[in-house]
């Protein structure tokens, strides 16, 4: 029988699916000619909705780390494979949304929505840096980079440091989503800095004992 674990992450996946799975639903409907909710804007509906997924599981790919910490739960580690691959996931399918629905596949406007404006460039940005990260999430290329698979990953501040930029850009009459992101990956980062500068006093400290016990 499966393991309780490995429902559970099933589940997630599921889950983690299921506004996808609505979202080609209701495009499926439109398509076939019968009634859907939309908005009345389609287009549009699609690509706030995506864009949110894609922040969502960027913000939560990037919590996963400090609250495995926090939460004492070394269990959540292994979602963030799976979370990182969602966000990935989203995002080209918010991009996807934008360049089919609403530039109707004409890359040359694409190319000069990106040069234009600043927070399509800063989206796109984002894209290009999460794709490595996608393609490289495997063990394979972990144990084939060694050492620069972190350093390479480490990218996943830049990404949501762009995406909140990207969000705020937009924002029109409500703050909320852009104050929201945007607290969640400043305190995310700080947490990163706090520990690892945490973690540098630790070793000096272990360091000058090692030294001192040397001397004895
Ligand atoms: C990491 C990458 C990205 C994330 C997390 C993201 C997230 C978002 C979010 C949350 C929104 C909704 C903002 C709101 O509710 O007002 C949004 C809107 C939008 N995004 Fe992105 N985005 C990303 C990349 C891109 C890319 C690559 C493009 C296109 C090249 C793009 C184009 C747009 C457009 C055009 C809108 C506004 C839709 C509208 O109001 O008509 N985004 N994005």
Redesign the pocket.
């Given at each position: 029988m499966m393991p309780w674990r490995s429902w559970l992450k099933l589940g997630v996946f599921l889950l983690s699916f299921y506004p996808a799975g609505v979202m080609f639903y209701k495009v499926y409907r439109a398509y076939v000619g019968l009634p859907v909710d939309l908005g009345p804007d389609p287009p549009?509906t699609l690509?706030?909705e995506t864009?949110?997924w894609?922040?969502r599981f960027?913000v939560i790919g990037l919590w996963i780390t400090p609250a495995r910490y926090l939460f004492n739960a070394p269990s959540l580690w292994q979602y963030r494979r799976m979370i990182g691959l969602y966000a990935l996931f989203y995002?080209v399918l918010?991009?996807w949304v934008?360049l089919f629905f609403?530039l109707q596949l004409s890359f040359a406007d694409?190319g000069q929505?990106?040069v234009q404006r600043p927070y399509?460039m800063l989206?796109?940005l984002?894209?290009v840096l999460?794709l490595p990260l996608g393609l490289t999430s495997f063990q394979a290329a972990q144990r084939k980079l060694g050492r620069n698979w972190k350093r390479l990953h480490r990218l996943v501040y830049v990404?949501n440091i762009?995406?909140v930029l990207?969000?705020v850009w937009?924002?029109?009459s409500s703050y909320a989503?852009a104050v929201l992101y945007g607290s969640l990956v400043t305190f995310a980062l700080l947490y990163r800095l706090l520990r690892s500068q945490v973690e540098a006093v630790r070793k000096f400290h272990l360091l000058m004992v090692l030294k001192g016990a040397d001397k004895k």
């Open positions: 549009q690509a706030l864009g949110q894609a922040i960027l995002v918010h991009f934008f609403i694409l929505e990106i399509i989206g796109f984002a894209l999460l990404i762009l995406a990207h969000v937009i924002v029109r989503d």
